[in-house]
């Protein structure tokens, strides 16, 4: 007996070629018109477009009426392949949310599409939006898009801010998030945080605003009691990932960096001066932290007094730039104590460091855009960088 289909099975069911109804007599209308939503699309993938005349040949009775109209799905297809949706990106959708085949497209479908649009939202943003979070366009025109757009240029001063966020988190078009983040950000303002870094944490990181109002409250505390003021910079980004990490996540972190031999202090006072430490995957981290301990044998107390070392690529920032400078350094192009921070030349713009590193460079030295882009691997000699590093104590320089 069938009593739920999952979205890995939706992706599996569309593939059968033939739907006998009567072998799912126990499966609930709502998921029989899931399952044929989905399932006429593959029947019909055959041809250039898609048909819903299939439908009315294999659907029990209840479901076709539950359709109301064939006519309108065709419409509601044809909608999503003018606006850029693959076909198995409409299988994704339909499959997520058949009840979209019940709409009037251009009464619904077509002004929220033309609204985000005029927002800064291109097509392929607006495709991706709607496979991330297929409830989007279910949400009203007037008493929840405009609403949220509206209030989050409030808080970002700009169109343009707005749009970037909600490019990074489609999840704001589920249900109720418009008042959650209204009440957190109300808590943040309440809390002394500077409109400012407000904008900042919604821009960057708007999923944090979206916790539910007891998550949000303890993170704050959380937060607090860390240490971490309001006023100054980090608390939103402490904020962000306290949110985002459940404490069985924050321990197993805690547990990797204390395999290296650092203490609790020390971890507490590397995710202060980078909180975002903590929100990496377990094993970036810890492929990061094996590369600076055991093939180029910095200390791990020391790395963690240099946290910001664990946020870059390690394959297309870290890696290639470290050996640009052993290039340089060992061609006598500059000298050991011109390096005396790492962070200043991981954390520099690559425009800056491609004219100042590379650029000036290429011509004497072969090899070495082909380096600063990862193609050649130089890393087994990075180690004779250490002299410089730990002479001129990169870390103290962050």
Known sequence: MIHSFRRTKWLALVKIPVYNPTQFPSVLSSERLRFLSALVLAQDNRKSSFSVSSLIDIAPESDVGRLKSPKKAKLVLKFLEENGFSE??????????????????????????????????????????????????????????????????????????????????PYVFSSNIRKTLELNTKKLQNTGVPQARIAMLVTHQLRAI???????????????EMGFEPTEPNFVNALATIGWCGKSVWERKMNLFRSYGLSDPEIMKGFKKQPMIMKYREENTKTKMNFFIKRLHWCPHKVMMAPHILLPSLEKRIIPRLSVLHLLVTR?????????????????????????????????????????EGKLKREEDLHTLNKAFIRNEFWSRT
Do not use: H
């Open 88 to 169: 198995s990106q409409i299988k994704i959708v339909v499959s997520q949310r058949p009840r979209i085949l019940q709409c009037d497209p251009e009464k619904t479908l077509k002004p929220k599409a033309e609204f985000l649009f005029s927002k800064g939202i291109s097509k392929l943003d607006f495709t991706r939006i709607v496979l991330e979070e297929p409830t989007a366009l279910s949400r009203s025109l007037e008493k929840y898009m405009m609403p949220l757009f509206d209030f989050l240029k409030g808080v970002m001063g700009s169109e343009e801010l707005v749009a970037r966020a909600v490019r990074s988190c």
């Open 210 to 224: 979206t916790l539910k109002a007891s998550w949000f409250d303890e993170a704050l505390t959380r937060v607090r």
């Open 332 to 372: 006598g192009e500059i000298e050991e104590k011109e390096i005396s921070s790492a962070m200043r030349f991981l954390k520099m713009a690559e425009r800056e460091f491609v004219e100042k590193f590379v650029a000036a460079y290429k011509d004497r030295i072969p090899g070495i855009l082909e380096t600063n």
